[in-house]
């Protein structure tokens, strides 16, 4: 952790003020521009950070200040709380070295799928641009075109990761998750088939091993933000009621549950899909 230094992103904040021992942050990319309010303690760790300070040193001096509590709990107490400043867009990393940014590769056959923490849009952007057809959360974009603000705030509103599933050298899919570690659900929020024809090659059972190994990575990144041992996880999907094409396709997979949500969004009725799956 010593060679990890965070730093404040001014330019991502409206405005800051301390109010009695909490500090009061509006970040600019958090949606509905809502108030972060840090306590005492996460104040502290966020006073300490000014761009020279590493992660390790940040550790040691919340540790002489509250010394009743042990070296483990302070690193991890710490580390939670510059991982969720990272995530809301208030932290950054000089040059660009971010201890929390990962990235998983697994071959299943002669398809590859490619997992990470969605940070930047830019490359996502280019490579989702030309495809066949096109998911988007309707409660996240408008029409199915995927915007860079709206994406942006998705990444630092969620635990936002992409996805994309390879044949060979070629792109089949490309797609965001975002995570709900309280309610310990998964939604998906965008989808681009790049290949319809290729994407029809990827049966039920294979597409199971994909969601098993993106569950399987992102419970286990996020175990320890969990209260409880969960022993199912959820998968939720939104559709437009008049998507006929992939309601037709996610009735056919036999969902837990299906709702109906009347004039939930601008464009009229939605379908919630709930899917429950075992984590394995």
């Not at 970040?27 to 521009?33: A, G, I, Q, V």
Request: net charge neutral; aromatic share 14%; charged share 25%.
């Amino acid at each position: 952790m010593d060679k990890y230094i965070p730093l404040i992103n001014k330019n991502n904040i409206i405005k800051e003020y301390t109010d009695n021992d909490s500090q009061i942050i509006i970040p600019k990319l958090l949606f509905n521009n809502e108030k972060i309010e840090l306590n005492k303690t996460a104040k502290f760790i966020y006073d300490s950070i000014n761009g020279e300070r590493c992660i390790k040193e940040i550790i040691s001096l919340f540790y002489q200040r509250y010394k009743v509590i042990s070296l483990e709990v302070v690193q991890e107490d710490v580390e939670q709380v510059l991982f969720m400043l990272w995530r809301f867009g208030i932290v950054g990393w000089v040059d660009n070295k971010n201890p929390y940014k990962y990235q998983y590769f697994k071959s299943f056959g002669e398809h590859t799928i490619e997992f990470t923490l969605l940070e930047t849009v830019s490359e996502f952007l280019v490579q989702s641009s030309k495809c066949e057809y096109e998911y988007c959360n309707p409660y996240r974009y408008r029409k199915n075109i995927i915007q860079r603000s709206f994406l942006e705030q998705a990444i630092v509103n969620n635990f936002a990761y992409s996805f994309i599933i390879r044949k060979q050298e070629e792109i089949v899919f490309l797609g965001i998750v975002s995570f709900d570690y309280q309610d310990f659900a998964l939604t998906l929020d965008y989808l681009a088939v790049t290949k319809i024809e290729l994407a029809k090659e990827i049966d039920n059972k294979k597409m199971s091993l994909f969601l098993s190994w993106i569950e399987n990575r992102i419970t286990h990144k996020n175990a320890g933000f969990s209260k409880k041992r969960n022993k199912a996880i959820n998968w939720l999907i939104l559709l437009e009621h008049n998507n006929q094409l992939f309601n037709q396709y996610l009735d056919n997979m036999n969902p837990d549950k299906r709702f109906l949500l009347t004039d939930e969004t601008i464009d009229g009725d939605t379908v919630m899909y709930l899917f429950r799956r075992k984590v394995s």
